[in-house]
């Protein structure tokens, strides 16, 4: 099977049925958008306001978007795909995405996931990853019972945490800022 084919096919109808039995409606499963990761501004109005604005953007292979009453929409959880092998080129490919992605949108979460992938999370996308939020395998190209639940339990938690960092930025400035005296970005590790 084709990498395309899979997301197309597989990945992303099992993560639109896991995001819809969430019961937010707000929320979309998409493949194939383009997501800016760069901008050019090439001139200024007197106020100091772009007035021309460039954008970059990378095609990405899952996209998880929440999209609010006026029909704006922001990105919530990006997640690269991969199947059946990942390189040591791939994985500084997918870091490096990751880190422009996340220049343009801090609040935005990402992660890898390897489909059919015979083993564990590889010690390259570990050192590689320093700007994913989550890694995880399907030892096949669908997932089993377990990897179902670890999914879910990713993409809620994912989504929660766009959400919260999205508040603190958008608030910071604001009287009604949140004041936060501890963040933590957690590791989980499941065998």
């Known amino acids: 099977m084709k990498e395309t084919s899979w997301v197309k096919d597989?990945?992303?109808?099992?993560i639109q049925k896991i995001v819809s039995a969430m019961g937010d409606e707000s929320l979309q499963v998409l493949t194939r958008k383009k997501l800016p990761y760069a901008g050019c501004v090439t001139r200024y109005e007197k106020n100091n306001k772009p007035s021309e604005l460039e954008m970059q953007s990378y095609e990405t292979d899952i996209l998880i978007t929440e999209t609010f009453s006026n029909l704006s929409w922001c990105p919530r959880v990006l997640i690269e795909t991969k199947l059946e092998t990942i390189t040591t080129h791939d994985a500084i490919s997918f870091g490096q995405k990751a880190c422009t992605h996340k220049n343009i949108h801090p609040y935005l979460r990402y992660g890898v996931l390897?489909?059919?992938f015979e083993g564990p999370v590889p010690g390259h996308l570990v050192v590689h990853g320093?700007?994913?939020d989550f890694m995880m395998v399907w030892q096949k190209s669908s997932p089993n019972t377990q990897e179902t639940e670890q999914i879910i339990n990713i993409i809620r938690?994912?989504?929660e945490a766009?959400?919260?960092t999205e508040d603190l930025i958008r608030t910071r400035r604001t009287k009604d800022k949140k004041h936060v005296y501890s963040l933590?970005?957690?590791?989980e590790i499941k065998n």
């Open 162 to 164: 766009s959400r919260q």
């Open 184 to 187: 933590q970005r957690r590791l």
């Open 10 to 14: 597989i990945l992303q109808p099992s």
């Open 157 to 159: 938690s994912e989504i």
């Open 130 to 132: 320093g700007h994913f």
């Open 114 to 116: 390897l489909g059919a």
